[in-house]
């Protein structure tokens, strides 16, 4: 054991020698790498330094041959300006001089024309002291001779020419006078004429009966119903007379008022197609009739408003246009007559530079008052003038209405053309119609009248009455008598006759002389 110890401490003491010595051995072998190491980095060191110093000096010369070319590119840049500016200067200098030679030239000229004006204002000087002196020396020569003093002879050519003056004037005034109504009458009627041609509106004739056809006689009985309910049933709900007499297969209906006697006549159709005729079917018939008549109504003055391009017009106004529609003026529906007096009161207007749309507002409202006549009291120019105040029409509008059959005289343009287009209107052939009665009488009456007259030979009413043309004896009615005598006529017939638009006297004076030649 002891001898095993000795060992062991043997081997320790070799391990700590050896690890000593091996440290010691280590210690210097990084000593030696370290000094290694040390010098290779102070070479590496000097070699950088030395290659930073040779770097830095050729570009230290490059800076300096690059500053060397700068600066000699800026001297040439220079020099080339300065050369430049030199040459504008010297050209300005030149240009200076010539301008001032220029002015010297023109002041020498100017002084010389000076002193030219300067010589003709003493010349002219003198010239008038003589002129003044000579019409001194010849005033009083001509007051010598006409022993008038100057202001004497001037107040007798003043009023030599005044009179002069005011005769020419007179002349004047007169020629423009007579040229000007030449020319507005001839205007007038070209403006008339073109209105008229431009506007061909379709004319409708209602009158006041309606017939409404049967399928067979049978028909009449179930209408009349039993003991007359059901006739007496459509009669009360229509307002409107129904005539059942021996005319076959017809049915008259009667009434004044159009609008009922057209819902009439349509409940009457509808009742007739359907086959059942009772009083409680009659009422729905006449109703829906009556809505049908509504909607006719309400379209027609939708229409006429559109056809016309009046715009803003209240809708009871378009309601009472609609009305029109089944209202008659001597057989002239008054819906077209209005639409009519309204295109040609327009079209007159634009000849005459007037508003244009006032005109066609007015000449479509003028008769606005027909469509209430029926209900109201009070004429067909006071009910228009009335419903129109009443929707707030403006107030040439109503005073238009107020004066188109001459009730007030009118007052602005608008309604002087109103009047004219409805007279134009009225007054076309084929516009109006009469009964045949009637017209006979009418006719008659106008041949009598003018057939009365001593030395008429004969007298012939043509244009459907609008013209009558009498013809006089020529021993008996001499020219100037002729102008009396066709004055007289109108004047009498204007007092006996009432007829629509005007009637046209053509008195005819012919003197024939014949001779044979043998």
Excluded: W
């Amino acid at each position: 054991m002891m001898k095993t110890g000795i060992a062991v401490l043997i081997a320790a003491a070799a391990f700590v020698v050896a690890a000593v010595v091996f440290f010691l051995l280590g210690i210097r072998h990084r000593k030696n790498v370290a000094e290694k190491e040390i010098s290779s980095a102070e070479e590496e060191a000097t070699r950088i330094i030395n290659e930073a110093i040779k770097s830095s000096e050729n570009k230290k010369r490059e800076a300096l041959l690059e500053a060397k070319e700068e600066i000699l590119k800026s001297r040439t840049e220079y020099e080339k300006e300065v050369k430049e500016r030199r040459a504008d200067i010297q050209k300005q200098e030149r240009r200076l001089q010539q301008k001032e030679e220029n002015l010297d030239h023109k002041m020498d000229t100017i002084e010389k024309k000076e002193e030219a004006l300067v010589a003709k204002h003493a010349a002219a000087d003198r010239e008038a002291e003589e002129i003044r002196t000579i019409k001194r020396s010849q005033t009083e020569m001509l007051e010598r001779i006409s022993g008038l003093t100057a202001d004497q002879a001037k107040e007798y050519l003043i009023s030599q020419v005044e009179s002069e003056v005011t005769h020419e004037t007179a002349l004047k005034i007169k020629e423009i006078e007579t040229r000007a109504k030449e020319e507005a009458d001839q205007r007038a009627r070209e403006i008339v004429a073109t209105a008229i041609q431009r506007c061909a509106a379709d004319h409708v004739a209602e009158i006041t009966v309606s017939v409404v056809p049967l399928p067979n006689d049978e028909m009449k009985g179930r209408i009349i119903g039993r003991e007359g309910r059901n006739i007496r049933t459509l009669e009360t709900l229509t307002g409107a007379d129904l005539i059942i007499d021996d005319t076959p297969e017809a049915i008259t209906v009667s009434c004044f008022e159009p609008v009922r006697r057209e819902v009439a006549r349509l409940a009457l159709e509808k009742l007739i197609a359907d086959g059942r005729i009772h009083p409680t079917h009659i009422e729905e018939m006449v109703e829906k009739a009556r809505r049908e008549v509504d909607a006719v109504i309400r379209s027609e003055g939708e229409r006429a408003v559109l056809e016309t391009g009046v715009r803003g017009l209240h809708p009871e106004l378009q309601k009472l246009l609609g009305k029109l529609h089944y209202r008659t003026s001597y057989g002239q529906n008054v819906l077209q007559h209005s639409i009519e007096v309204s295109h040609i009161a327009g079209m007159m207007a634009a000849e005459l530079g007037a508003d244009v749309q006032a005109a066609k507002r007015a000449g479509l409202l003028h008769d606005i008052g027909k469509a209430l006549d029926h209900e109201f009291e009070g004429t067909h120019v006071s009910l228009g003038v009335e419903y129109a105040r009443k929707y707030r029409e403006k107030e040439d509008i109503v005073h238009a209405i107020q004066a188109h059959h001459g009730d007030v005289e009118c007052k602005t343009l608008v309604a002087c053309l109103v009047q004219a287009a409805d007279a134009i209107s009225a007054a076309r052939p084929g516009a109006r119609r009469e009964n045949l009665e009637n017209y006979i009488k009418r006719l008659e009456k106008l041949e009598e009248i003018t057939s009365s007259y001593p030395g008429v030979e004969k007298s012939y009413a043509i244009q459907a009455g609008r013209e009558v043309r009498v013809m006089v004896k020529p021993e008996q009615v001499s020219e100037d008598q002729m102008v009396i005598l066709a004055r007289e006529l109108a004047k009498r017939i204007e007092n006996e006759l009432e007829y629509p638009g005007q009637i046209k006297v053509h008195v005819l004076r012919e003197t024939k002389v014949i001779e044979y030649a043998k």
